[in-house]
């Protein structure tokens, strides 16, 4: 079995002699070694052949516009999750400059997922064809939630397939992937479980939120063991997101009727810890078709 040595402040070991993961001195903030990077190249490769013919490819930087996160509600939502980016220029008070204020604010918030950028660049392109849209994108996210646990990350990376298009269109593709992503996962000699899941809402309206989320089947995760055996973790997530971002883009097809959409996770950063820790720290030595779905042969 394949252990996790914690030492000091959080350098992640998965068994072997040198840390994957390397302590930045903030909880979930890790640097990635030669060897995890290796493996996250694989990965990309890896999904970019999976990737639906006519899928359209958006690379997003880890920042993006403030108005528009708000604009989608995620702020409302998961105000807790949620960062903005401030500059450190002092904040005048009384004709004196106060060193201390966390400084002045721009019109740039951290990304908390690889689609949410997507949608508005999708509003200023006119009707969504009666078949749909496909894109593949990807982005280093951030989420405020600081954690020792090694499967927790503040910073790390998504990539999405995400589908605009008719209610039953969307659907049918976040169904379509779930059985893909369980082929996937098993390519990789990975033991995956699916399992109705909810989004961490914030506020009073959380619990009927989440519930209601299981309740209409919206959210469904692939869990498997990314840092303990003992507990499983989502490395992908299946989301069916009704008309949310159609009615807060504007996103109609070409008879005016809004669209849904639907998007597929995959935590990279979680994939490859699955990986290391079911196949142990040294790559060389993975199960031969491992290493041959992550061309890394
Ligand atoms: P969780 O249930 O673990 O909080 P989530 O429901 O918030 O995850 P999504 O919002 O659907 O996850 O994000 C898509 C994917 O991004 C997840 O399936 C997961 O693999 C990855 N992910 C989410 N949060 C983190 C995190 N804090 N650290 C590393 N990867 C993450
Ligand atoms: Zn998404």
């Not at 303990?228 to 989502?234: I, K, V």
């Not at 996770?265 to 979680?270: E, F, L, Q, V």
């Amino acid at each position: 079995l394949v252990g996790i040595k914690q030492a000091g402040l959080q350098e992640i070991y998965f068994g072997g002699d040198d840390p994957l993961l390397a302590s930045t001195g903030v909880a979930g903030v890790y640097g990635r070694s030669g060897a995890f990077e290796r493996v996250v190249g694989g990965l990309f490769r890896a999904l970019a052949r999976l990737r639906p013919g006519g899928a359209e490819v958006r690379d997003f930087p880890p920042v993006m516009s403030r108005a528009h996160l708000e604009a989608c509600g995620y702020a409302r939502q998961f105000p807790h999750l949620a960062a903005a980016v401030h500059t450190l220029m002092p904040v005048e008070e009384e004709g004196r400059q106060d060193h201390t204020a966390s400084g002045q604010a721009t019109d740039l918030v951290l990304t908390p997922a690889a689609c949410y950028p997507l949608y508005p660049l999708l509003g200023k392109r006119g009707a969504i064809p009666q078949a749909g849209v496909i894109f593949d994108t990807r982005c280093y996210c951030f989420r405020r939630e600081p954690s020792e646990r090694a499967d927790r990350l503040q910073a790390f990376r998504m990539q999405e397939f995400v589908c605009v298009g008719p209610e039953r269109v969307a659907l049918t593709f976040r169904n379509l992937w779930i059985p893909k992503m369980q082929s996937f996962a098993d390519s990789l000699g990975l033991e995956s479980s699916l399992v109705p899941a909810k989004d961490p809402f914030f506020g009073r309206m959380a619990p009927y939120l989440a519930q209601s989320q299981l309740d209409q089947g919206l959210k469904f995760e692939l869990v498997c063991p990314v840092a303990s055996a003992r507990h499983e973790t989502a490395v992908f997530s299946f989301n069916y997101h009704q008309d949310h971002f159609g009615l807060a883009w504007g996103l109609r097809d070409t008879q005016g009727i809004t669209s849904h959409s639907a998007c597929v996770g995959t935590g990279i950063d979680r994939l490859a810890m699955a990986l290391f820790r079911a196949h142990g720290p040294e790559v060389g030595r993975w199960p031969a078709f491992v290493v041959r779905a992550l061309g890394l042969n």
